[in-house]
């Protein structure tokens, strides 16, 4: 199969990835997924910070993700919203020993603060992204995202945790959350609740699965997974679905994990 991919002409490409998105973008996938987090949720905020969140944490072993990701959903008393708009600084300490890798509770507490800052001062997260959209990538949003983010008083090292798709990063945990929140896929995976954004402007969260994926089928050439390589991977995603690149995202990781292809 992997010699037979090389060969596929971009009608056959599509075909090929078009059935493997019908396959792998169904409910049937929320249950080994960390997008099960937000959608535990109902309210539009609670969804989007969940999300957030969740995407942020989400690198190295998925089911240590998923656990993680539901303990802060329990530090933040299952109402994330809530406890962003109206948390006290005593709130704030039973974050501190919360750890995933190399986010610890200082960067959670530091979170918690800019999030506050982004819905009361600037409408929320959908619309900070939405206010420096462009007409055909999100990576220059994505980059103002990040200054808004940390405009307030924060830790350095805390910055590393939001990527910038202008310092060379393919910023795959920004561009997933994206996809979720974003991209209406019909099937109940993806929530498609920011309505200000087209699901055109969308990148692929890159990542080792999906590049290497995308190597095999001669949609990328670039050996690294950073910016450059995400640009030329979404110019390719586009020319099979200009309207809806990233649907090829759930191909691309699921040929790479549940397939070994």
């Keep these: 199969m992997k010699e037979q991919s090389k060969r596929l002409n971009q009608q056959e490409l599509k075909e090929f990835l078009d059935a493997k998105v019908y396959e792998f973008n169904s409910p049937k996938f929320i249950d080994s997924d960390p997008i099960q987090i937000p959608h535990q949720f109902s309210k539009k905020e609670d969804i989007e910070i969940a999300g957030f969140l969740t995407a ?71 619309a900070v992204f939405a206010k420096h959209a462009d007409n ?52 109940g995976v993806d929530f498609g609740i920011w309505k200000s954004l087209s699901p055109a402007l969308l990148s692929c969260p890159l990542d080792v699965h999906s590049g290497n994926v995308a190597r095999k089928l001669g949609l990328l050439d670039r050996k690294q997974n950073d910016a450059k390589a995400l640009l030329e991977l979404d110019t390719n995603l586009r020319k099979l679905d200009k309207t809806d690149p990233v649907k090829y995202d759930f191909a691309l990781f699921g040929l790479g994990v549940f397939e070994g292809f």
């Excluded at 103002?144 to 983010?149: A, D, I, L, S």
């Excluded at 008083?153 to 929140?181: C, G, Q, Y």
């Design 56 to 126: 942020t944490i989400a690198w190295g072993n998925r089911k240590s993700i998923i656990n993680n990701a539901n303990k802060l959903m329990t530090l933040l008393d299952h109402s994330p919203y809530d406890f962003i708009i109206n948390h006290t600084e005593g709130d704030l300490a039973k974050l501190l020993p919360f750890v995933h890798r190399t986010f610890n509770g200082d960067d959670c507490v530091q979170f918690i603060k800019s999030l506050q800052h982004i819905y009361k001062n600037h409408n929320g997260l959908e």
């Design 136 to 187: 055909a990538f999100l990576q220059t949003s994505i980059s103002e995202f990040k200054r808004t983010f940390f405009e307030i008083d924060h830790l350095k090292r805390t910055e590393k945790h939001v990527s910038d798709p202008l310092r060379k990063s393919a910023a795959k945990r920004i561009n997933m959350f994206l996809r979720w929140m974003v991209r209406n896929d019909n099937t």
